[in-house]
T-cell receptor, first 116, second 112 residues
Framework: DTGVSQNPRHKITKRGQNVTFRCDPISEHNRLYWYRQTLGQGPEFLTY????????KSRLLSDRFSAERPKGSFSTLEIQRTEQGDSAMYLCASSRRGGGEADTQYFGPGTRLTVL | KQEVTQIPAALSVPEGENLVLNCSFTDSAIYNLQWFRQDPGKGLTSLLLIQSSQREQTSGRLNASLDKSSGRSTLYIAASQPGDSATYLC???????????FGGGTRVLVKP
């Protein structure tokens, strides 16, 4: 169990460029979540997968955002035509199927995006 | 819509004092509540998870209570240490497997 990993850890891009982030959940965790956190705020939910199925998307996830989890393992989050307002920490979390303690979400270190 | 609030936004205490961190939520129909720690520029570390049927959870110097009817949770950290300096976030979930709704966090500084 190596924990949730995210790559890259930092990304600096120019406005209008596309960026893609990757999240590798804890092995055997079938639930995967993406959140966005801006400075001084708590994380905000973006989207959620159970296996390869995307079950919920926040209204924060505009048409420029897309997330995939093609084989039910790692996930990617792509932002097209980035804007300065997209600058934030993008956090990924995973959890096992089941209730109780199994429902604990474990977070990765995040990808910090800076849009110039 | 569930809203989660943490007051105060920042707290400074001398080493050795007990810390009391507050979390309130507007909809009492929660599935569980989770407390996290976040160091600057880092991800979140889960501290405690309280099921809706539980009143409290303890882990070492940490104790978290839950009062669903009043929409409140409190995280107590006994005998604070400088290493406890971090931002503490609470988050609630309305159903198993569902998303977390976070408060804004309380930034804690423990002075030696």
């Amino acid at each position: 169990d190596t924990g949730v990993s995210q790559n890259p850890r930092h990304k600096i891009t120019k406005r209008g460029q596309n960026v893609t982030f990757r999240c590798d959940p804890i092995s055997e965790h079938n639930r995967l979540y993406w959140y966005r956190q801006t400075l001084g705020q708590g994380p905000e939910f973006l989207t959620y997968f159970q296996n390869e199925a995307q079950l919920e998307k926040s209204r924060l996830l505009s048409d420029r955002f897309s997330a995939e989890r093609p084989k039910g393992s790692f996930s990617t989050l792509e932002i097209q035509r980035t804007e300065q307002g997209d600058s934030a920490m993008y956090l990924c979390a995973s959890s096992r199927r089941g209730g109780g303690e199994a429902d604990t979400q474990y977070f990765g270190p995040g990808t910090r995006l800076t849009v110039l | 819509k569930q809203e989660v609030t943490q007051i105060p936004a920042a707290l400074s205490v001398p080493e050795g004092e007990n810390l009391v961190l507050n979390c309130s939520f507007t909809d009492s129909a929660i599935y569980n509540l989770q407390w996290f720690r976040q160091d600057p520029g880092k991800g979140l570390t889960s501290l405690l998870l309280i099921q809706s049927s539980q009143r409290e959870q303890t882990s070492g110097r940490l104790n978290a209570s839950l009062d669903k009817s009043s929409g409140r949770s409190t995280l107590y950290i006994a005998a604070s240490q400088p290493g406890d300096s971090a931002t503490y976030l609470c988050a609630v979930k309305i159903a198993a497997g569902n998303k977390l709704t976070f408060g804004g966090g309380t930034r804690v500084l423990v002075k030696p």
